[in-house]
């Protein structure tokens, strides 16, 4: 049996125009296009980023 491939998506997949990125799991329009088709260390590469984005539209976001 395969073990499913994690996935930061949380079912809110709206991509922000200015910044191409989905504000819903903060990957890149080439990170969702590539997700299951990359390896489990580029994957996990992509982790810190996530966090950085979310942390950077936020900010941004803030009223």
């Not at 799991?25 to 982790?47: I, P, Q, Y």
């Amino acid at each position: 049996m395969t073990e499913p491939i994690w996935t930061p998506c949380i079912k809110v997949c709206f991509v922000d125009p200015a910044h191409k990125v989905c504000v819903g799991c903060f990957r890149s329009l080439e990170e969702l296009g590539r997700w299951t088709r990359m390896s489990d260390a580029e994957r996990e590469a992509v982790k810190p980023k996530l966090e950085a984005r979310r942390t950077a539209y936020e900010a941004g976001h803030k009223a």
